[in-house]
């Protein structure tokens, strides 16, 4: 791929432009232009599990996959954003087995999911951030991304259920985060409450 720009993933924005789907936004390293892909509920779930260091009570798919790449001794050496076209981002896992390198494709949130979990990275093109990014300003507005700018990307706790909240709570109280501790337990309760 020419022209690599490296991504990290710094969460999602408040923004839905569809109902179950999420905006994951994908920061340029070094770099001030951030992408948005959308990503459906599952998908954007098990990202948001991988953000918060917190594991599910039972694998995910991207868990398992990663596991499965683990057993059979392949690396991820890479995902690469490669293509953007009628609305949808097309990604490829490039994987290494001995000797072997191949390519598969993936969907872009999936790809995502996985590169978290083996700590690949995650790479588009140039071509990709001049026609999609957002670029900001060091004049960014404070309702804009900016220094602070993860505290202005949340995950959405109400994509979990019950066990999984539950699961994150315990390990937001033993890793004394107090401040998400509170936020789960205020979407346990509104769960419980929905019953």
Do not use: C, W
Request: a negative charge; proline letters at 3%; hydrophobic letters at 40%.
């Amino acid at each position: 791929m020419d022209d690599k720009v490296r991504l990290s993933v710094l969460g999602f924005s408040f923004n839905q432009t569809q109902t179950g789907t999420y905006g994951l936004v994908l920061a340029e390293e070094d770099g001030q232009r951030r992408l948005m892909v959308i990503v459906g509920t599952p998908e954007a779930q098990s990202i948001a599990f991988k953000l918060q260091n917190s594991a599910p009570p039972r694998p995910l798919t991207h868990d398992l996959f990663q596991m499965l790449l683990s057993s059979f001794k392949i690396t991820l050496l890479e995902v690469d954003i490669y293509k953007y076209e009628n609305g949808v981002f097309f990604s490829q896992l490039l994987l290494k087995q001995g000797e072997e390198t191949i390519t598969i494709e993936s969907r872009t949130s999936d790809a995502v999911g996985i590169a978290l979990r083996t700590k690949s990275p995650i790479f588009t093109t140039e071509a990709i951030m001049k026609e999609l990014a957002v670029i900001l300003d060091d004049n960014a507005a404070s309702d804009d991304f900016g220094d602070d700018e993860r505290d202005n990307i949340a995950l959405d706790y109400s994509l979990l259920n019950e066990e999984e909240l539950e699961s994150l709570l315990e390990d937001a109280v033993n890793g004394e985060d107090y401040e998400l501790a509170s936020i789960l337990r205020d979407e346990l309760e509104k769960k419980k409450g929905d019953e």
